[in-house]
Nanobody, 126 residues
């Protein structure tokens, strides 16, 4: 099975940018559809963005459209989340997740993301 490790979080001022990375090991990344979720203090986990195995299709939560970009480099076994125009309400722990057994162009239902990283903290100050 795949193991996932996120990095790139930190403290940034509102309006700033961060790029999160999710490094995969154990199984080739191209076997998995990938997703970013986040959890803010006191809130439930929420979907941020997803990407197909091929990287050809992406899907975003409405609140990040135009600000965040999900991408992947299967050769480097890494998933990315470029976050621009950050807002204080983006403060959360960000998790990457993987879903197996889907076609190259499929975006799985959120409940099928069964492999998770440990998360990386993003804090946006006002």
């Amino acid at each position: 099975q795949v193991q996932l490790v996120e990095s790139g979080g930190g403290l940034v001022q509102a309006g700033g940018s961060l790029r999160l990375s999710c490094a995969a090991s154990g199984r080739t990344l191209s076997r998995y559809a990938m997703c970013w979720f986040r959890r803010a203090p006191g809130n439930d986990r929420e979907f941020v963005a997803s990407i197909t195995r091929s990287g050809g299709s992406t899907y975003y939560a409405e609140f990040v459209k135009g600000r965040f970009t999900i991408s992947r480099d299967n050769a480097k076994m890494t998933l990315y989340l470029q976050m621009n125009s950050l807002k204080p309400e983006d403060t959360a722990v960000y998790y990457c997740a993987a879903a197996a057994n889907y076609g190259m162009g499929s975006l799985p239902p959120l409940s099928d993301y069964g492999y998770w990283g440990q998360g990386t903290q993003v804090t946006v100050s006002s």
